[in-house]
């Protein structure tokens, strides 16, 4: 049990409050960007159905893995967490690119605007 005066709690309460008051606006930007990263791999998606590209490029993808490895190191983030964050988007990316690569349209469960993945 803590022995702090109940106006150092308050001001701490409110502290916390405007901390994560940052974080949620962060969280709404983030989305946002990843909206609108999600707008340009469905443009790039429908490119490689048209024109009987693969859905995936492992070479770029590495390459985009040790360029956000280094920006990571270079924000102070764990590069891990950045290469497992593009993992994770770059599988839905190539979901979506099959999907359109099959001829459905990229209708899927989850992506930008409600529609597809990205």
């Known amino acids: 049990m803590t022995t702090e005066a109940p106006d150092d709690r308050e001001a ?4 916390l409050l405007g901390i ?3 974080i949620d ?5 983030l989305i946002h960007l990843l ?9 790039v998606g429908r490119l490689k159905a048209e024109h009987g590209l693969p859905p995936s490029d492992p070479d770029r993808e590495k390459r985009q893995i040790a ?4 920006l990571a190191e270079d924000a102070h983030l764990d590069p891990a967490f950045a290469e ?3 993992n994770f988007v770059v599988a839905e990316v ?3 690119h099959e999907q359109l690569a099959g001829g459905n349209g990229g209708v ?8 597809s993945a990205p």
Do not use: M, V, Y
């Open 108 to 115: 899927g469960a989850s992506g930008a605007g409600g529609s």
């Open 35 to 43: 909206a609108e990263r999600f707008k340009f791999t469905q443009q």
């Open 25 to 29: 606006n962060i969280d709404a930007a």
């Open 84 to 86: 497992k964050w593009f």
């Open 12 to 15: 701490a309460l409110t502290q």
């Open 67 to 70: 360029r956000l490895r280094a």
């Open 94 to 96: 190539i979901q979506h």
């Open 20 to 22: 994560r008051s940052s």
